[in-house]
């Protein structure tokens, strides 16, 4: 069945260090693909989106490019804060009877100053 | 905020209790998702309904139940806790449902939660 596999955490940087968040998918069709963020105590919120290959999601200097050719959508970001710690999953939307999102397990991210 | 409420925020409870969880959609949504967060199991999908009518069943256990009522609010009733319940459980809400197997981009917008703890 479809699935998503990212990088275990816990995922430790410097402030202003370089983030990549690897994740893989399986999916038997063409779904559309999301990271979701979770900061301490709160839910989860929708960080960025890409619903076809070459797609680029992009928000508040994160960025995902769907890559059909190698089913990854790695997470980046050119130089992370202190505020960006958080747990970030990445999902896929598989529609119908699956309830449209598949979620990987999370990856934990500290940021020191 | 992503405009979907859910309450109660945090829940405690003894075994064997019932409790009810309510979650109010975006305007204009008409589906609803539930989903379990546990530290052994991460995020499960629970269970979805579209404008009233279940549309999508995941690893919900048979003492929990759900609904969503004709003003598109939903309450997911979990009955017969065990210590194993405590979890934290989200609502989620989109504008529409995808079939198996059709690409929409249909984005998910998650409330807040519920901390259930069960003692």
């Known amino acids: 069945g479809d699935s998503v596999t990212q990088m275990e955490g816990p995922v430790t940087l410097s402030e202003e260090a370089f983030l990549t968040i690897n994740c893989t998918y399986t999916?038997?069709?063409?779904?559309?693909l999301f990271w979701y963020v979770q900061y301490p105590g709160e839910g989860l919120q929708l960080l960025l989106k890409?619903?076809?290959?070459?797609d680029k999601g992009s928000n508040k200097g994160f960025e995902a490019t769907y890559r059909k050719e190698t089913t990854s959508f790695h997470l980046e970001k050119g130089s992370v804060q202190v505020s960006d710690s958080a747990v970030y999953f990445c999902?896929?939307?598989?529609?119908?009877?699956?309830?449209?999102?598949?979620f990987g397990k999370g990856t934990k991210l500290s940021v020191k100053p | 905020d992503s405009g979907v409420t859910q309450t109660p925020k945090h829940l405690i409870t003894a075994t064997g209790q019932r409790v009810t969880l309510r979650c109010s959609p975006r305007s204009g949504d008409l589906s609803v998702y539930w989903y379990q967060q546990s530290l052994d199991q991460g995020l499960q999908f629970l269970i979805q309904y579209y404008n009233g009518e279940e549309r999508a069943k995941g690893n919900i256990l048979e003492r929990f139940s759900a609904q969503q009522f004709p003003d598109l609010h939903s309450e997911l009733n979990l009955s017969s806790l065990e210590l194993g319940d405590s979890a934290l459980y989200f609502c989620?809400?989109?504008?529409?449902?995808?079939?198996?197997?059709?690409?929409?981009?249909?984005?998910?917008?998650f409330g807040e939660g519920s901390w259930l703890t069960v003692v």
């Open positions: 989620a809400s989109s504008p529409s449902w995808t079939p198996q197997g059709v690409n929409s981009g249909n984005t998910i917008y």
């Open positions: 999916a038997t069709g063409y779904p559309s």
């Open positions: 999902a896929l939307s598989a529609g119908g009877s699956q309830g449209n999102l598949i």
């Open positions: 890409a619903t076809k290959a070459d």
